[in-house]
């Protein structure tokens, strides 16, 4: 499922204050209309990149939320150019899903890196790379 291109129909916009849960939607939440198997046990998604209300939003599944006590699974999707890691997932969906009471898959690129570093005059130097999109400095990487 990760990757794949999903319709969602939104049923709990951002903002809606769920009465029998108590808790208030940070994200905007729906339904998964197309592009998954109609016998999946998916009961719904998140939708992230988007900081307004929608009815309707098609994007890629960047993350599956399987959850322990529930049963079922929740997609996290968002807008193709929109990439996340683990922590901002989880920040994000925090106001409805307790911390340890899930198991979250993302969907990454494989990819490897190495610490390259040598020692002068008994001083340790690391090679760092500036990356030019945004001017962060970081470890050699890449794809594998």
Not at 18 to 25: A, L, V, W
Not at 75 to 84: C, G, H, M, N, T
Request: glycine share 10%.
């Amino acid at each position: 499922m990760l990757g794949k291109y999903v319709r969602v129909r939104v049923t709990k916009p951002m903002h809606f204050f769920d009465k029998e849960k108590n808790i208030s939607y940070d994200l905007n939440f729906g339904n998964v209309e197309s592009g998954i198997d109609a016998l999946s046990p998916v009961k719904g998604a998140y939708i992230m990149g988007v900081t307004h209300r929608v009815r309707v939003f098609e994007g890629r599944v960047i993350a599956v939320i399987k959850r322990k006590d529930l049963g079922g699974i929740i997609l996290v999707v968002a807008p193709k150019s929109k990439r996340y890691i683990v922590h901002q997932i989880e920040d994000a969906v925090e106001f409805a899903e307790k911390k340890g009471t899930y198991d979250l898959n993302c969907l990454y690129e494989s990819s490897c890196g190495a610490i390259v570093y040598r020692i002068i005059n008994g001083e340790t130097r690391f090679l760092l790379i500036k990356n030019k999109r945004s001017a962060n400095w970081g470890f050699p990487k890449g794809h594998m």
